[in-house]
């Protein structure tokens, strides 16, 4: 059982930047594929940004391509996402998401993560 919480939510002007954090507990951090999903008002949940267990595996939606950073932190048990240049369109919250896995994965797709926190919001003003 692995949970997850997160911050680093916030409101910012649009052009601005924030830094997300995930803990998870437990002692096999490193074994979780993780990512983060974001989910808007009225739409559906969309993957963000997916990161193998060490980290030697990233992938990003288009949408967030070269403006968002995932990074994980295997000795904190901690995932971050980095976004700078935000956009309005970006408002929504932003959930992290794990999976346990013995080979070394990046998931893209909700339905591969049996673990999810409970999210943080970002709203980006224009």
């Known amino acids: 059982q692995v949970q997850l919480v997160e911050s680093g939510g916030g409101l910012v002007q649009a052009g601005g930047s924030l830094r997300l954090s995930c803990v998870a507990s437990g002692r096999t951090f490193s074994s979780y594929a993780m990512g983060w999903f974001r989910q808007a008002p009225g739409k559906e949940r969309e993957f963000v940004a997916a990161i193998s267990q060490s980290g030697g595996y990233i992938a990003y939606a288009d949408s967030v391509k070269g403006r968002f950073t995932i990074s994980r932190d295997n000795a904190k048990n901690t995932v971050y996402l980095q976004m700078n240049n935000l956009k309005p369109e970006d408002t929504a919250v932003y959930c992290c998401?794990?999976?346990?896995?013995?080979?070394?994965?990046?998931?893209?797709?909700?339905?591969?993560?049996?673990?999810w926190g409970q999210g943080t919001q970002v709203t980006v003003s224009s």
């Open positions: 998401a794990a999976d346990f896995s013995v080979y070394i994965v990046v998931k893209t797709t909700a339905v591969e993560y049996d673990y």
